[in-house]
């Protein structure tokens, strides 16, 4: 059956289905993945949120994420005339997810995961922009369409740092210019080199090294080796 992005939204029982199909080690980093889709569209993300990215890709601070929690609800109560509203209750599910994955006592609600697909697609819903609710349909359904790495989690998390450099070569590298307008897949072909360069734990200086040579010899564009070496920056915290 073929789950459409009507049925995520307004069925809570695909939603729980969803995330129960998510081994535990991954879920922060499926929903952290879920909520940053939406960072490239709001302008004033508050600090509370941000601290929260450091959190969700190390394990060893899950158990950081009830405090983390508090403080974004704390900025919601203090603003409550923040625009974005739902992304700050998507926010607060990421960071419930997280703790709750950390295996401490006093966790949150445990269906707190399911309301993420629903919501994030909602929320999509509000910026109008079809690029935007597909992207977050792919991530949400991930797992679905990926069986294979629910059993292996080194295997998952492989995948999905795999997901997460294609989308910074995507949306951050982009030397042509093109992700508003291009196909997808136009830098996938460079993603498994990367992706080993990241595994290996190979400089920033390295990878921008790399970076840069694809841009001059393989594309032909100019290259910039300033914006290699922020991307390099970005592509070893996701380590």
């Known amino acids: 059956m073929t789950v459409t992005r009507y049925d995520i939204k307004t069925d809570i029982k695909i939603g729980q289905q969803i995330f129960e199909n998510l081994p535990n080690g991954i879920r922060p980093i499926w929903a952290g993945m879920v909520l940053s889709c939406f960072d490239r ?14 959190i969700i890709n190390d394990n060893e601070k899950w ?49 707190s995961g399911y309301y993420i697909p629903g919501l994030a697609l909602n929320l999509a819903e509000i910026f109008d922009d079809y690029r935007l609710k597909e992207e977050v349909k792919s991530v949400i359904l ?7 790495f629910r059993k292996n989690l080194a295997t998952a998390k492989d995948f999905l740092l795999y997901k997460k450099i294609d989308d910074i070569l995507w949306f951050d590298w982009d030397p042509i210019g093109i992700n508003e307008i291009a196909p997808r897949d136009e830098y996938q072909a460079y993603i498994p080199e990367i992706f080993r360069l990241v595994k290996v734990k190979a400089d920033k200086q390295e990878i921008a090294d790399r970076l840069y040579k694809l841009e001059c010899e393989n594309i032909g564009v100019i290259g910039t080796m300033e914006k290699c070496l922020a991307i390099a920056d970005k592509l070893l915290n996701l380590q």
């Open 142 to 148: 991930l797992f679905n369409r990926h069986k294979k």
């Open 41 to 54: 569209y709001i302008k004033d993300i508050p600090i509370s949120v941000h601290e929260l990215y450091p």
């Open 63 to 111: 158990k950081e994420a009830h405090e983390q929690f508090t403080k974004i609800s704390v900025f919601w109560h203090e603003n409550e005339n923040y625009e974005h509203d739902h992304y700050l209750r998507l926010a607060e599910l990421v960071a419930k997810v997280t703790y709750n994955s950390s295996g401490r006592p006093a966790p949150f609600d445990s269906d």
